[in-house]
């Protein structure tokens, strides 16, 4: 396995080497080097934030197709709870999740199910649990605890201790599959149907257990077609559903906060709003919390990048189909809470911002690099490929270019050589101080 594995990739060919994706990258992951962006493996959470700005559909996120299905003697459909906003004048989930097994799905397991028994679970683990460091942060969301692992390590212990809805519904749809066919394990695929690329992240290399409980993800964007084809003609749906409100509120922000029934709650959306937040739980402002939902695509999971419909109409659809349902269908035990749901080990801490692993050598790059910031205009014009003055600062500390790349660098010797005018010129418009 790759150390840093991630589904979001680039697309040499069509990048055009602008500077919309580092201007947009919340870790700064992204540095544009001789005309093309390069995306530095161990600072990317896979957000796909790049993937929403680039202009020339440079950045794609992997995922999987219909076609793996065929790997599989028995296949099982894990919709998101996000999907059920993706359909517009959807009245009955039972149709939806009937279109799912219309597109070649044996079965399908609502994820939303899950959800309801890491609810459940999340508000004895609280009660249980007075001495866990608070406030305790939702293990929800892998782009948060990836974004953890690298700019605030020392938050991973308030991470909470369970596995995921998604692989939660993972593993109980293997059991119930193999408790009714007699197949083997392997010999089942679940597939779940995802709302952003993060998620394809945790299946193929999970952060809280060795080895994800399911076997691969389906963009909703790319099923959005055929799924809305097969629901305008289906005859019947079979009665499929297995969720209540609680469950399918998990696919927008304040879904899981309010599953819990705390009112020392927050829920937090959108990625530089998280980052603010673990900020002020690194600076313990928010000691009076207990329990935080961080969700980093604006409107929680409806914002994904690889969703098919505007997060605010798809948050209304599912406010919509809420009021219809039962307040929860699914509750999770004490010995399952100690058990199946807990995960098996928290995300690790990523040295991405490390100057290097001698505290003696760290500081003297930390010297160095405040050193050459100072002699930077601090403009942040992106014009060297990197998205701050710091940002080059600190790749010329680390060897990865000089001060060249500073466009402001460059007119400061050729002003001393006389040529002050034609240095001007070099400037981008927005910065010339012509007299």
């Not at 293997?174 to 995802?194: D, H, N």
Request: proline share 6%.
């Amino acid at each position: 396995m790759e150390p840093y594995y991630h589904s979001v990739r680039l697309d040499k060919d069509k990048c055009e080497g602008c500077i919309h994706c580092i201007q947009r990258c919340p870790t700064q992951a992204i540095r544009v080097r001789n005309g093309k962006a390069i995306i530095v493996a161990e600072r990317c959470i896979d957000c796909g934030e790049c993937i929403r700005v680039c202009p020339h559909k440079a950045k794609i996120a992997e995922r999987d197709s219909l076609e793996e299905l065929a790997k599989f003697t028995y296949t099982v459909a894990l919709p998101a709870p996000s999907l059920y906003g993706q359909i517009a004048n959807l009245k009955d989930i039972n149709a939806l999740l009937s279109a799912l097994k219309a597109l070649g799905f044996d079965d399908v397991f609502e994820v939303s199910a899950a959800a309801e028994r890491i609810s459940s679970a999340t508000k004895k683990f609280l009660k249980e649990n007075p001495d866990f460091p608070r406030p305790v942060i939702s293990s929800a969301c892998p782009v948060i605890c990836r974004l953890i692992s690298v700019c605030f390590p020392n938050l991973i212990e308030h991470i909470l201790p369970l596995h995921s809805p998604m692989e939660e519904a993972g593993r109980m749809a293997r059991e119930k599959a193999m408790r009714e066919t007699g197949l083997k394990a392997e010999q089942i695929g679940i597939f779940f149907i995802t709302p952003c690329p993060a998620k394809v992240t945790a299946i193929r290399h999970p952060l809280e257990s060795e080895k994800s409980n399911l076997d691969g993800a389906l963009a909703m964007n790319d099923i959005y077609p055929a799924l809305v084809g097969k629901l305008g003609k289906l005859a019947e749906a079979e009665e499929l559903q297995s969720a209540g409100l609680i469950g399918i509120s998990w696919g927008m922000t304040g879904g899981e906060a309010s599953g819990i029934l705390s009112e020392d709650a927050l829920a937090v959306d959108g990625i530089e709003n998280c980052m603010k937040l673990l900020e002020e739980i690194e600076d313990e402002k928010l000691r009076d919390i207990e329990f935080i939902e961080l969700n980093a695509c604006s409107g929680g999971c409806v914002g994904g990048v690889l969703t098919a419909e505007n997060p605010f109409i798809a948050k209304a659809r599912l406010q919509h189909l809420r009021k219809y349902l039962p307040v929860a269908m699914n509750r999770a035990s004490a010995e399952e809470m100690r058990g199946v749901l807990t995960a098996e080990k928290l995300p690790e801490p990523v040295p991405a911002l490390r100057l290097a692993d001698n505290l003696q050598e760290a500081m003297e790059k930390m010297n160095r690099l405040n050193a050459i910031l100072e002699t930077f205009p601090r403009l942040d014009c992106g014009t060297c490929g990197a998205p701050t003055c710091r940002a080059l600062a600190e790749d010329i500390v680390r060897g990865y270019t000089t001060e060249q790349d500073c466009i402001f660098r460059i007119k400061e010797e050729l002003e001393s050589t006389g040529l002050g005018q034609a240095a001007e010129d070099l400037i981008p418009p927005p910065f010339r101080k012509k007299k």
